[in-house]
């Protein structure tokens, strides 16, 4: 069997990351989030078990909504979400997340799409993951230039839902809200702790010698490889197809 894929790794632990949800959802563009939501499901269904419901908007094999982003709010807000991915041109260590721009707003330098429903969604999905495949200092940043999204609200702010992990493409970082701040849990294969430091703007925490990301089995890089990637080819067929490229 081909070896591990980087993509392979990050897909594997979005799977573990959402293990225990009842329903995700994932944006029109978020092809290894929803990736590792399909492959958390195949993986339970292999086992017999109930795996999560996948919302994905823009598709019609996985998606139940007729309204969009108006019944999707309404879910979320019922408390009906349970894990949703936020991503940002610009992310910092209180889990701010800037999809507006770069540079000194509202004359930035480089605009983004914008905020949408991300500030919503961060505060009513108990698990939030902020997922930036790119990790280096131009992303990473000490403190964003616009908030999109808070990380973290004042006390005495309702708010049910948050950050609990950030997963780039060097590592995998867990919220710790009693701080507040990020704390590397670890190391994907192929980087190691001083090439992070050195591609983070922020200041975080970690141990001495950080654990190295688990890699997926034969059993479950098989189940991707076939069934995950034939369902995910309906809605991100591009994806689909570099993947299978990169595993020829």
């Not at 996985?62 to 991915?85: M, P, V």
């Not at 799409?113 to 000490?142: M, N, T």
């Not at 507040?180 to 430091?197: A, N, R, T």
Request: proline share 6%.
């Amino acid at each position: 069997m081909t070896d591990v894929l980087p993509r392979e790794i990050l897909i594997y632990t979005i799977a573990q990351l959402l293990d225990g949800v009842r329903h995700v959802a994932v944006g029109a563009s978020s092809p290894i989030p929803a990736a590792g939501a399909m492959l958390l499901r195949a993986l339970k269904a292999a086992k017999g078990e109930a795996g999560p419901r996948i919302s994905i908007l823009g598709s019609v094999e996985h998606n139940f909504f007729t309204n969009a982003s108006a019944e999707l709010f309404d879910c979320a807000g019922q408390g009906r979400i349970d894990a949703f991915f936020l991503g940002g041109g610009q992310i910092d260590g209180a889990g701010n997340v800037n999809l507006v721009g770069a540079g000194g707003y509202p004359q930035s330098n480089v605009r983004w799409p914008g905020s949408f429903g991300s500030a919503y969604l961060y505060f009513v999905v108990p698990r939030v993951i902020i997922f930036r495949e790119e990790h280096s200092p131009r992303v990473f940043v000490d403190k964003v230039d616009f908030v999109s999204a808070p990380g973290i609200s004042d006390e005495g702010v309702f708010r049910s839902g948050g950050p609990i992990a950030l997963l780039t493409g060097k590592g995998l970082f867990r919220f710790d809200k009693s701080r507040p701040g990020f704390v590397l849990d670890s190391v994907h294969p192929g980087h190691d702790l001083d090439e992070i430091k050195a591609s983070t703007g922020f200041r975080f925490e970690h141990a001495d010698q950080p654990n190295r990301t688990a890699s997926p089995g034969a059993s479950t890089l098989s189940l991707f490889r076939g069934k995950v990637l034939d369902e995910l080819a309906e809605t991100y067929g591009e994806f689909a197809a570099q993947m299978r490229a990169a595993l020829a």
